[in-house]
């Protein structure tokens, strides 16, 4: 099957890396040693996909920011992978006056413009630099891949292009022109680097129907131009000649409002939602024990970790998707098997005199000493094991704390009653009341779903919450916005949006209660999720599998391989169905709806070879989310 965008990603870096030369498996000679020059968005980039030993490994032995101070370093290739910005070409113009290394490889994340260029090379010229620029590249990957089949468009600066930016009382043309270009720029990278071009469908009258127009037309001029098309030889070079094209759906966010807001119950959206994962990072708050010998009433002193959640992680590949309370029983078991191999560790340690010695300097013993004993070679990876389990344990048990605290597993059952319309065992007013359940942000979010998935209500009734929500500290600035947008926007599909969904309860895991576990699960729900489809995944699937539906027979269809646009209804369509689909959110996208398209397709029979890929112009949670339609509610207001 084809490569992943993310393996497609890490080729493309690789080989700038290797000075834009492919590496080859076979040579195994000393790679070249060089500096590697990033801004912030080429450090977001690489970030999620290479580590600092994998670029050492490519011979990077030193990676900086463009605009930090940075000294000369003589006789040493410099490879900068930085956006063409007018600041970032000054800059590296002053580098080539200053004369800082020896060669420069200019890598631009996406397509440098005729004047950037010429100034540039005014600026080589006047400094007398012009031999030692080696390589100018636009490398078109002005995107960072998350997971294997997830990508988001910016990390840094990416208010420009958020849900409050495009939905605005008083946003200009021109600066919709602007945030569109910026989401096509990103896109066109995405197909140039995965080499194929889409048919692009895409609901009429909204931002997702400007990306698309914009998308065709840039896809189209690319094309058309046969000399320096971006898309003749890639596939064929990569071996990857595919005779069926992907689907590229375009949506926009207001199409579902609740989604967003949902409280989720797996631990990938849950580490978004409570920890704020970002890109694949998460930072936990840990409370170090104070000395018994420290003055009475000290505070315990906290510090903070980071830890790196990525698919080379195979416990989290494995887990991400799982509900909370299956994760808390794996790190559980791997725990358990772990201490069983505790006593191994510590006789390999006294094997090796290494007993004093600190975990992670052992993990660095290279391979050559383990061919002298096997003691090396076990040692190292019974280490990582605990490493991981310990980062896992750290990660699950912050989680759970704001479970308790927030009453989380309540809010997420309620709210998945509300989308499925099943009846609730405590009224949403003394949820809202309630002062121990959860934070105020929390009543708001649930009371939004109710708002937009629940019956019409009248608006005493209205005014009667939204009294109840700012009694309890909300902000009602969201509040006003949804509103807004409930009226405007067609609601005729929305009581059947979400049906389908639900929970139930089953006991909890006899191995969390016990009272060796890491967990004390006691008072959390053990919510099994009913499988079902949101507002996103149905749509895919009715495009995918070519199904007539109410809320996608009037989509446009755009295929930038037809030359001639005459009549859209006259272009002869696809009519089998598709084997690959991407589907992209533009105003935002959360994991909750990554992680049901990854369940759509693992419940598919014979999907071993379907494949769907998710991106959104920015990645974001509940709080992130409620934050803008309150900016946006406090505009209306």
Known sequence: ?????????????????????NPSRTNTTEPVWKVLIYDRFGQDIISPLLSVRELRDMGVTLHLLLHSDRDPIQDVPAIYFVMPTEENIQRISQDLEHQLYESYYLNFISAVSRQRLEDLASAALQSNAVTNISKVFDQYLNFITLEDDMFTIRHQDRSAIS???????????????EIMGIIVNSLFSVFVTLGTVPIIRCPRGNAAEMVAEKLDKKLRENLRDARNSLFTTDSIQSGQVSFQRPLLVILDRNMDLATPLHHTWTYQALAHDVLDLKLNQVVIEETTETHSASPSGARPKKKTKTYDLNPKDKFWSQQKGSPFPTVAEAVQSELESYRASEDEVKRLKSAMGLEGEDDSAISMLSDNTA??????????????????????????SAILDNIKERKLDIYFEMEEKLMSKSSLDKSLLDMINDPDAGQAEDKMRLF?????????????????????????????????????????????????MYAGGGTKTVSMFSKLMSQGSEFVMEGVKNLVVKRHNLPVTKVVDSLMEIKSSQETDDYRY???????????SSIPRNRT?????????????????????????????????????????????AQQFLRQLSQLGQETH
């Open 577 to 621: 169905p598709f084997q690959e689909a991407m589907v992209f959110v533009v105003g935002g996208g959360n994991y909750i709806e990554y992680q049901n398209l990854v369940d759509y397709v693992r419940g598919k029979a014979g999907s071993s070879s379907k494949r769907i890929t998710y991106g959104c112009s920015e990645l974001l949670n």
């Open 371 to 396: 061919k002298i004993t096997s003691a090396v070679s076990s040692l190292p990876e019974l280490l990582e094991r605990k490493r991981v389990i310990d980062m896992h344990t750290n990660v699950a």
């Open 163 to 177: 849900y409050y930016t495009i939905n605005r009382g008083d946003v200009r043309d021109t600066e919709m022109e």
């Open 558 to 568: 755009f295929d930038p391989k037809m030359l001639r646009v005459t009549d859209a």
């Open 1 to 21: 099957m084809a490569a992943t965008i993310r393996e497609k990603q890490i080729a493309a870096l690789k080989r700038m890396l290797n000075l834009n030369v």
């Open 448 to 496: 939004i779903i109710f708002y937009i998935c629940g019956q019409s209500m009248t608006d005493v009734e209205f005014d009667q919450y939204a009294s109840a929500l700012e009694a309890q500290g909300c902000n009602l600035a969201p509040l006003y916005y949804v509103k807004r947008w409930k009226a405007y926007t067609k609601m005729a599909s929305a009581p059947n």
